[in-house]
């Protein structure tokens, strides 16, 4: 099993399909899921359809994995003020490949690509810009530090 460090870049979306017909402008922000880990995006205020981040996210891998399940999901939220966020639409992205390909080859860019932004019932409302770095670690059982895990750092119990 190799350990590794997936770094997800979150460039922008165009085109979202807002969900507050009269109180103006979205707030969108972006929550990603990396099996049991979670990164929340910053909430870019005012900037409804077409939000621009340039964020960056680092996710813990383990290749191969028990569960054989190499999905990022995206979910695409609006932040409201005085009730509860609202689902704008969300994207799955397979990473299997650049992660074998990074294990084989020491590391795999995959540069911003742009993926399909659905709702639930799948019918699509936007899309939204992602890059990828996947870097194996050099031993095995790499203890992470904390920078390395995006602030989180990783429990010894």
């Known amino acids: 099993m190799v350990n590794g460090i997936l770094e997800v870049l979150l460039v922008d979306a165009r085109g979202l399909q807002g969900t507050d017909f009269w ?3 979205m707030d969108p922000y972006v929550l ?21 981040w340039n ?15 190499y999905k990022l999901f995206l979910r695409i939220m609006d ?12 994207a799955t ?10 294990v084989e080859n020491g ?20 899309e939204i810009k992602v890059g990828f770095t996947f870097t194996p670690s050099a031993e095995r ?5 904390e920078e390395e895990l995006g602030g989180w750092k990783q429990s010894g119990f």
Not at 57 to 64: D, G, I, L, W
Not at 79 to 89: E, I, N
Request: net charge negative; glycine share 10%.
């Open 23 to 25: 109180a103006g402008q």
């Open 32 to 52: 990603i899921q990396y099996k049991s880990q979670e990164r929340k995006s910053s909430v870019r205020r005012g900037e409804g359809s077409n939000p621009v």
């Open 55 to 69: 964020e960056k996210f680092t996710f813990r891998v383990e290749y191969p994995g028990a569960d054989d399940q």
């Open 79 to 90: 932040k409201d003020t005085f009730s509860a966020d609202d689902f704008v639409g969300e």
């Open 93 to 102: 992205i397979h990473l299997k490949d650049i992660i074998a390909m990074g």
């Open 107 to 126: 590391g795999a860019q995959l540069h911003p690509n742009k993926y399909s932004v659905v709702k639930t019932d799948q019918t699509y409302c936007g």
């Open 141 to 145: 059982g790499l203890d992470l530090n």
